[in-house]
């Protein structure tokens, strides 16, 4: 039976995409600068909400993770310093709307994200850092309980020590732990710093799969 097909706006290296391909979903990824290290899927090099108009028919689910620069507090220097980023999020979720096709959109916090879950890295086994992200769908989706924050997390520029869990920002120490920790074993600093951890999205993934195909869900889990 064919896989589901899932269209993975804003690539990036593709974390968000890993995990979508490990819970069953076949992924093409788009993303506006060339993504050489993308392993999730077919890569396409374009603008997103253009791609997406054009070929949203193709596809079974949508997911997006528009740039978080104009909301993230990672930025809040560089939005004082005078620079501006656009929002991609309400212009985002408008074309996906348009599509009438299910979707996810994940952002930071803050980000204006409609009745959003949070994810954080603690809910997840072995997953050694805390990195809360936010997802929209206009499917129900659930996150696991949501566990105290009980390790130490890393300073910026200072590799963990034993015992801390890291923090994937910027010009991070301890690419070879984020690596490790999260399997994207091929990604460098860059998109490990811009990245969803795949075990975010394969636990979404396995929520829209049984939604929309129980079935093919029970084949791949
Ligand atoms: C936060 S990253 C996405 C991370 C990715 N979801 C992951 O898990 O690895 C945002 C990406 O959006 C891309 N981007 C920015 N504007 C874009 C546009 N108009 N169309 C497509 N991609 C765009 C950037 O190049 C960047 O790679």
Redesign the pocket.
């Known amino acids: 039976m064919s896989k589901l097909k899932l269209l993975d706006?804003?690539?990036?290296?593709?974390?968000?995409?890993w995990g979508y391909h490990f819970a069953g979903f076949e992924v093409t990824g788009?993303?506006?600068?060339a993504q050489p290290k993308y392993r999730a899927g077919k890569f396409i090099q374009g603008?997103?909400?253009e791609y997406l108009t054009a070929n949203y028919n193709d596809f079974d689910v949508i997911h997006a993770?528009?740039?978080?620069q104009r909301f993230s507090k990672s930025a809040q220097q560089w939005r004082k310093d005078g620079k501006d980023y656009p929002d991609?999020v309400e212009a985002t979720r408008k074309a996906l709307i348009d599509t009438g096709k299910p979707y996810i959109i994940?952002n930071v916090e803050g980000a204006p994200l409609i009745n959003p879950i949070l994810l954080c890295g603690g809910m997840f086994e072995g997953l050694k850092m805390y990195r809360h992200r936010l997802f929209e769908s206009n499917l129900e989706i659930s996150a696991p309980p949501h566990p105290v924050h009980t390790h130490k997390q890393a300073k910026m520029g200072r590799k963990p020590k034993q015992g801390e869990y890291i923090q994937m920002v910027g010009h991070f120490s301890g690419v070879a732990m984020a690596q490790e920790t999260t399997g994207l074993t091929w990604l460098g600093q860059y998109?490990l710093a811009?990245?969803?951890p795949p075990q975010y999205t394969q636990h979404l993934g396995k929520q829209i799969i049984e939604y929309l195909s129980p079935q093919k869900y029970n084949q791949v889990a």
Do not use: N, R, T
Not at 30 to 33: G, R, S
Not at 65 to 68: A, D, E, F
């Open positions: 706006l804003y690539c990036c290296g593709g974390g968000a995409g788009v993303d506006i600068e603008d997103a909400i993770s528009p740039p978080c991609l994940e998109e811009q990245c969803i």
